[in-house]
């Protein structure tokens, strides 16, 4: 097929099964090949509108990656933690520079991200081989970093306008729900874990504090005030490349607090305290390992699929530990917002949105007992 010319205005051709575009600008030639015409044709405005507007025409030339990847290096590792900027690259590395990483920066409008976020956020692939969709939070942080990402793109000449403004993500899935372990099945699980070995300790006081898993093996014997009956939560454990760390802050404001303890726990910590107390522990840390150090989270997990087993309860997950602390304290009627504050939950809403199955048994009793009254 012949090449369409205008005075100028560039070249389009077909070479083989694919269409190709060539335009010189300030003396130096720009080509791009595509399978469909359309988008040499959207290319070639672009560029054009580029030049016109005084854009950079070889900082459009970059791909999604390497502007990424600027932008991290000069835009975000000199202002975060070195952990943020880790989990910032590693979404971009899972999510952006699979669908898009290759595609120059100028190509990226609002309909070709449109049609990607789908491909970028919708699916994972699990050891199992299944997929499942992204939950909303994980969605709307990525959504807000490509967004950092490309407003810095125009403000540093790649592209003149951010073509994630306004755009529609897709609807990730709700937050899986947890359930809570029965009040037979806690019984069988406080019993087993009476023997105070290694991981026990850390599943009981989960189940008796409503912690979760970081916040509890991040706990330092500094943090346990006996004489008053609490323990101080300001930090978590974290894995970072693999490693188990403690970041100084948990995972949201409202996660700092002060969690007061029962008799019976009390009673259980200090003997984790005369256990934890040895010259070996130079981390001070009041669950630690064989080997004096942080529990790996995946190494408690595993630990957990075994322990359900040995006591003849199912499996609903460690995190089921901290749900049945907060189901048993809402079936004792503590109110909900004294609730949500031990849990360090954000929001009151996240309590009741979490344990809603709860709020409707109590819905129900509210009602038959307004029954002599109607």
């Known amino acids: ?27 130096k030639r720009y080509s791009h090949t595509a399978l469909r015409k359309k988008n040499v044709v959207d290319w070639m405005a672009a560029i054009k509108t580029d030049s016109n507007k005084g854009v950079n ?62 491909k970028m956020m919708c699916y994972k692939q699990q050891k199992n081989k299944r997929e499942c969709r992204y939950s909303e939070g994980t969605i709307k942080i990525f959504r ?13 000449g790649y592209i003149n306008r951010n073509p994630n403004r306004n755009i529609v993500p897709p609807k990730g899935e709700r ?17 087993y874990t009476n023997d105070d070995k290694g ?50 802050h948990p995972k949201t404001e409202q996660s700092i607090r002060t969690v007061y303890l029962s008799d019976n726990a009390i009673t259980r910590v200090k003997r984790y305290i005369k256990m934890a107390s040895s010259p070996m522990n130079n981390k001070r840390l009041l669950f630690p390992n064989d080997n004096w150090n942080l529990y790996h989270t995946s190494a408690l997990r595993s630990r ?7 006591m003849g309860v199912p499996y609903k ?34 309590t009741m949105n979490i344990y809603q199955d709860v709020h409707t048994d109590q819905k129900k009793i509210a009602a038959a007992a307004m029954n002599d009254l109607q």
């Open 57 to 118: 025409i070889e900082l459009g030339e970059k791909t999604i990656r390497e502007v990424c990847e600027a932008w991290l290096s000069e835009n975000v590792e000199n202002r975060v933690t070195e952990l943020t900027a880790y989990k910032m690259r590693n979404m971009m590395e899972q999510h952006l520079y699979p669908v898009l990483g290759e595609m120059p920066i100028r190509e990226l409008s609002k309909e070709v991200l449109q049609k990607a976020y789908p």
């Open 199 to 248: 991981a026990n300790r850390v599943f009981y006081f989960l189940l008796a504090s409503g912690l979760r898993v970081g916040e509890a093996i991040a706990l330092t014997l500094d943090d346990v005030n006996l004489k008053e009956g609490f323990v101080i939560v300001n930090k978590t454990a974290i894995n970072y490349r693999g490693t188990m760390i403690v970041q100084d």
């Open 317 to 350: 997950g460690i995190h089921a530990l901290r749900h049945s602390y907060a189901t048993r304290a809402l079936e004792k009627g503590i109110d909900v917002k004294i609730v949500s504050t031990m849990l360090g939950h954000s929001t009151v809403a996240t």
């Open 1 to 27: 097929m012949g090449r369409t010319k205008g005075s100028g205005q560039g070249s389009i051709y077909k070479r083989g099964d694919k269409w190709r575009g060539q335009i010189t600008i300030n003396g």
């Open 304 to 310: 957990w699929v075994k322990s359900c087993a040995e």
């Open 144 to 156: 807000s970093n490509l967004n950092s990402m490309l407003e810095w793109a125009v403000d540093e």
């Open 175 to 191: 937050s899986k729900i947890v359930h809570a372990y029965t009040k037979e099945e806690q019984k069988k699980i406080v019993e």
